[in-house]
């Protein structure tokens, strides 16, 4: 094994890469057992208003954590779309996200839907059931949705936004700025909200940062800041006009329980001095 002793991995990240070397059908089956057994957990990570500070949302985020170490949603997002089980997997994901913010219908909720999902002909009544089987208010929620499938199959995806914004979802093209779609993109689909990639907002260029916020602004669609990881990019993200901002700096992914110590500070019992 000289190739793979060769690769210079940290031992952090061996249970990732043992999962890409394994043979695939023995990592589905590992996923599909994972699932089934509710062992995919979800962490939820907070957006709040650049002007005020205030939490307005949070988004879903999935997480694997065999007896092996974690695995990376980059891994096993991919992993379960390959192998049919998509479905299955974000079923249980937005369930369990619905399921955590029910108490707190003040704020969004953020969902992460693979390309794949959403040229599903069956994405749109599928959702549409699990919202009013939990009572969940569709106009809570933002459907975060990467650029891959606006070039694949556009029809298909557009079915879909439609069917769900007719019942007041809203939907986020996620990692703007990263790939190939453009503000023409946002427009066609019917794009409400944008995230500009995190890439872009450590990435040090300020006038191409500026002019992707701005764009967006053109066409009134408000722009959340991913990434955000220091006071400087909150203050550049804040004055370049984006509406959220979300990153380690404002919290990072947290269980539910750190979630409610966030939304629902203990009452002080006695004036601090
Ligand atoms: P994403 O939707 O763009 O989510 C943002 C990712 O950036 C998350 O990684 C989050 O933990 C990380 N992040 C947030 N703030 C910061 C920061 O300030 N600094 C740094 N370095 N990272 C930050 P995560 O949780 O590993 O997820 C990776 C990707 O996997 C997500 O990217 C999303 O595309 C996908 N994903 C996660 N959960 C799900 C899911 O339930 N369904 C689907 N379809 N995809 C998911
Ligand atoms: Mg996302
Ligand atoms: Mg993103
Ligand atoms: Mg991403």
Same mark, same amino acid.
């Given at each position: *094994? &000289? ?6 991995q ?5 249970a ?5 070397? =394994?043979?695939l059908a023995?990592? =589905?089956?590992?996923?599909k057992?994972?699932?089934?057994n509710?062992?995919?957990? %979800? ?8 002007? $005020?500070?205030?939490?307005?949302g949070?988004e879903?985020?999935? #997480? ?5 170490g ?9 992993l379960?779309e ?14 369990? !996200?619905m @399921?955590? %913010?029910?108490?707190?219908p *003040? ?6 839907? $693979? ?13 549409k059931?699990?919202? $009013?089987?939990l &009572?969940?208010?569709?106009? @809570?929620?933002i459907?975060?949705?990467?650029? +891959? %499938?606006f ?6 995806? @557009?079915r ?5 914004? !007719?019942? +007041?979802?809203?939907?986020?093209m ?5 790939g190939? !779609?453009?503000i023409?993109t946002?427009?066609?689909?019917g794009?409400?909200k944008?995230?500009?990639? #995190? $890439? ?10 500026? &002019?992707?916020?701005q764009?967006?602004?053109?066409l ?5 800041a =991913? ?6 990019q909150?203050?550049? !993200?804040? =004055? ?6 979300? +990153? ?9 329980? @750190?979630?409610?110590e #966030? ?10 001095a």
């Amino acid at each position: *094994h &000289a190739k793979e002793s060769g690769r210079g991995q940290t031992a952090a990240y061996s249970a990732e890469l043992d999962l890409e070397r =394994e043979n695939l059908a023995l990592a =589905e089956q590992r996923l599909k057992a994972a699932i089934a057994n509710d062992e995919i957990e %979800v962490v939820f990570q907070p957006l709040t208003s650049s002007v $005020s500070g205030a939490i307005l949302g949070v988004e879903a985020l999935a #997480r694997w954590m065999p007896p092996t170490g974690p695995v990376s949603p980059d891994i096993f997002i991919p992993l379960a779309e390959r192998s049919g089980l998509i479905d299955q997997l974000s079923q249980k994901v937005f369930e369990t !996200a619905m @399921r955590a %913010v029910t108490d707190w219908p *003040h704020i969004d909720l953020s969902l992460n839907v $693979s390309p794949l999902q959403l040229c599903n002909p069956n994405f749109a009544d599928e959702m549409k059931d699990l919202l $009013s089987r939990l &009572a969940f208010d569709p106009r @809570r929620l933002i459907l975060e949705v990467t650029e +891959g %499938v606006f070039i694949s199959k556009p029809d298909r995806a @557009r079915r879909s936004i439609t069917a769900l914004h !007719a019942i +007041g979802a809203r939907f986020a093209m996620d990692d703007f700025g990263t790939g190939h !779609a453009s503000i023409g993109t946002l427009r066609q689909f019917g794009f409400d909200k944008v995230k500009i990639d #995190r $890439s872009l907002i450590s990435g040090g260029n300020d006038a191409i940062l500026k &002019a992707t916020i701005q764009l967006a602004a053109a066409l009134d669609i408000p722009v959340t800041a =991913e990434g955000i990881e220091t006071d400087a990019q909150a203050r550049f !993200a804040r =004055e370049a006009g984006c509406e959220l901002l979300q +990153g380690y700096l404002i919290g990072k992914p947290m269980s539910l329980a @750190r979630l409610r110590e #966030r939304l629902e500070p203990a009452t002080p019992t006695a004036k601090r001095a």
